[in-house]
Nanobody, 124 residues
């Protein structure tokens, strides 16, 4: 069973930078659709950035120009580079991916998988 494991969350001061990583274990097929979401206390989970092969990378308006999502070629690892962090960026960041489900050696369908989250705290 494929699992997503995030890392890189930390406490930083406003204006600082962090790089989050998300690695998928257990999948021998390339994962082409990824997303980073975040959830602040008392708020709903929101999309921060998404990467889909063959489609335009998307960012939330609040992070455009500051955050960058990227994928490591040849590996099921995705990153979120976060610069000029603001207090409003604080929250638990979750990685999301459409994971191929293999049956009989072939991709049968895709399953949405979430990571356990990594905490980002930005102090002003």
């Amino acid at each position: 069973q494929v699992q997503l494991v995030e890392s890189g969350g930390d406490s930083v001061q406003a204006g600082g930078s962090l790089k989050l990583s998300c690695a998928a274990s257990g999948s021998i097929f390339t994962i082409n659709n990824w997303g980073w979401f975040r959830q602040a206390p008392g708020k709903e989970r929101e999309l921060v950035a998404s990467f889909r092969v063959g489609a335009t990378t998307k960012y939330a308006d609040s992070v455009k120009g500051r955050f960058t999502i990227s994928r490591e070629l040849g590996k099921n690892i995705v990153y979120l580079n976060m610069n000029m962090l603001q207090w409003e960026d604080s929250g638990v960041y979750y990685c999301n991916a459409d994971v191929p489900v293999v049956v009989g050696g072939k991709v049968d369908r895709y399953e949405e998988v979430w990571g356990q989250g990594t905490l980002v705290t930005v102090s002003s």
